[in-house]
């Protein structure tokens, strides 16, 4: 059976401003100080906490962080201006990258490929290099957002939307470009809500989108590289 003792508890200076983020060798955790993220490695061993970095302005979710291949941290940040901000390992700044005036930085990122992506916008998700934050493409799903959570990265660079009001399922390419969709009127009959609840995870080669029905809740899964002719 395994050992299920209680190994240690560490207290943050003030609340969490984001998820705790693993990564290979640890994670990442952060808490608000004033109008400052302060960001810090924790060690899994003993639950020690290492401040490496603060940083002007606040997290504007809790999932607006993900961790990179490298073990750093990419933080999506509030305030003053709407930026994005990738750390290294070390906790040393990688790149910054500042959005224009009717952007805002993401609430939830998810890594495709070699880039980063979430929505800048109700409308609008932009891919953004993991090497170096310059922007790859910016793209319009068939309709706005209801969760910025209805968003997943596939490793070939292909991302997955799951938007409200408009198709049940779609995808752009590594370029930003619509890839595949799954129209609401072949999920739904007429008079159905054509929106997804909750989308993923990914099972094998297919992505998972729920909805929910009069009768309960529907599961669609979809193959990653679109639909299959009937």
Do not use: C, K, Y
Request: hydrophobic share 35%; charged share 25%; proline share 6%.
């Amino acid at each position: 059976m395994a050992d299920l003792s209680h190994r240690w508890e560490t207290e943050l200076e003030s609340g969490n401003s984001f998820d705790l983020v693993p990564v290979d060798d640890g994670a990442w955790v952060g808490w608000r100080e004033g109008e400052t993220t302060r960001i810090a490695r924790l060690d899994p061993t003993d639950g020690s906490v290492t401040e490496v970095a603060v940083r002007e302005g606040q997290v504007p979710g809790r999932r607006g962080v993900v961790g990179t291949p490298d073990g750093g941290l990419v933080v999506g940040l509030t305030g003053d201006d709407e930026r994005i901000v990738a750390l290294g390992p070390d906790g040393n700044e990688v790149w910054e990258t500042e959005l224009g005036e009717d952007e805002r930085a993401p609430r939830w990122f998810t890594v495709a490929g070699e880039a980063l992506v979430g929505f800048t916008g109700g409308q609008e998700i932009s891919a953004f290099d993991l090497g170096d934050g310059s922007v790859r493409w910016t793209a319009r799903p068939t309709s706005f957002t209801n969760n910025d959570g209805q968003v997943i990265g596939l490793d070939d660079g292909t991302v997955v939307l799951a938007s409200f009001g408009g198709a049940f399922l779609e995808a752009v390419d590594p370029d930003g470009a619509a890839a595949w969709e799954v129209p609401s009127e072949a999920i739904f009959d007429e008079g159905g809500a054509p929106s997804v609840s909750v989308l993923g995870p990914l099972t094998d080669d297919d992505v998972i989108g729920v909805s929910r029905t009069e009768g309960g809740l529907l599961v669609v899964a979809v193959p990653t590289s679109g639909p299959r002719d009937r």
